[in-house]
């Protein structure tokens, strides 16, 4: 496969404006990714997409423009298995990240034991059809329980017509189970239709955490977070409050950031932080959002 960048790839925003937001002391940004450099860190061969590299001191300097603290790498399927990328920024870190893996079901015990020193604590199964091929839930058993002793969990991705069908292997897995991006839900249908009902019912049954992330991938109507808007994606609000209300000491929040795979704009991440208000709307709330629910999760030792 050629090096050469997808066609039509929205490359990071360089310069993401100053939050109005001021997000609480120790905020956690629970859902980011790092790209390469591919210099240094090839892409799978079997990769659906070439990104724009984004490395691990873009990622940083994003943290610290935001007046957050820490991050949550989580493997990109751009990297495939090879989760050296992840690694390496984890161990750059100075233990302000965690990360979430790509493995096979052939993974040994020494090799989780590596990832686990230098700060995975989870694995993600990727169900989005376009960019993955099937699925095998046989060997996704084998690698849930492969990690449960260590404490993992398991990131799900998927999109929300297709849960029915996922549900009761999903609830088979013998680890807790964060879910990216609400599932993925179609914005253009009403947050109490039974699509969504469906997915809230999901996680209360499931125990599942919630990532209130990706509005700029999941919007239909806008507007976007550019120009200085500070009150982008309203159609996605609702949603994502829904969340917050219904489960407010299970629910993470993310940049995504460097934002793969996206066609129609590239968010200024700055004003996609300045979000977070709009669906966490009480001090009380966004402190759970952003720092007690992903410190809880991936950084418990620190706990009291």
């Given at each position: 496969m050629s090096t050469e960048v997808t066609p039509g790839w929205l490359p990071w925003h360089p310069n993401p404006s100053e939050p109005a937001f001021t997000p609480p002391e120790g905020a956690v940004d629970a859902h980011c990714h790092v790209f390469g450099p591919a210099e240094e860190f090839p892409f799978a061969p079997e990769r659906k997409y070439t990104p724009v590299d984004a490395a691990k001191e873009q990622l940083f300097a994003l943290r610290d423009h935001l007046g957050l603290a820490r991050n949550v790498?989580?493997?990109?399927?751009?990297?495939?298995?090879d989760n050296s990328a992840l690694v390496d920024a984890l161990r750059a870190s100075g233990g302000r990240?965690?990360?979430v893996a790509s493995v096979g079901p052939e993974v040994t015990e020494d090799e989780l034991e590596r990832l686990?020193?230098?700060?995975?604590?989870?694995?993600?199964?990727?169900?989005?059809?376009?960019?993955?091929?099937?699925?095998?839930?046989?060997?996704?058993?084998?690698?849930?329980?492969?990690?449960?002793?260590l404490g993992w969990h398991v990131v799900l991705y998927f999109e929300a017509p297709d849960l029915p069908d996922l549900e009761?292997?999903?609830?088979?897995?013998?680890?807790?189970?964060?879910?990216?991006?609400m599932?993925?839900?179609?914005?253009?249908?009403?947050?109490?239709g039974p699509e969504f009902t469906a997915f809230l019912d999901f996680v209360a049954r499931s125990g599942a955490w919630v990532k209130v992330s990706c509005p700029e991938r999941l919007t239909k109507t806008g507007p976007a977070a550019l120009d200085g808007e500070r009150h982008a994606y309203r159609d996605?609000?609702?949603?994502?409050?829904?969340?917050?209300?219904?489960?407010?000491?299970?629910?993470?929040?993310?940049?995504?950031w460097p934002h793969p795979n996206l066609t129609d704009h590239?968010?200024?991440?700055?004003?996609?932080?300045?979000h977070?208000?709009?669906?966490?709307?009480?001090?009380?709330?966004?402190?759970?959002?952003?720092?007690?629910?992903?410190?809880r999760l991936y950084w418990p030792e620190e706990q009291a």
């Open positions: 790498i989580v493997q990109a399927t751009c990297h495939g298995s990240a965690r990360g686990h020193e230098a700060g995975v604590r989870g694995v993600r199964f990727n169900f989005v059809k376009r960019l993955v091929d099937d699925v095998p839930t046989e060997a996704l058993t084998t690698i849930a329980a492969k990690i449960a002793p009761e292997f999903f609830r088979s897995l013998p680890v807790p189970l964060v879910i990216d991006h599932g993925r839900p179609d914005v253009t249908e009403a947050p109490e996605v609000v609702p949603f994502a409050r829904a969340v917050v209300d219904a489960f407010p000491d299970r629910v993470l929040w993310g940049t995504d590239m968010p200024d991440d700055g004003l996609l932080l300045d977070v208000p709009q669906i966490a709307v009480t001090a009380e709330q966004q402190q759970a959002l952003l720092v007690d629910n992903p410190m």
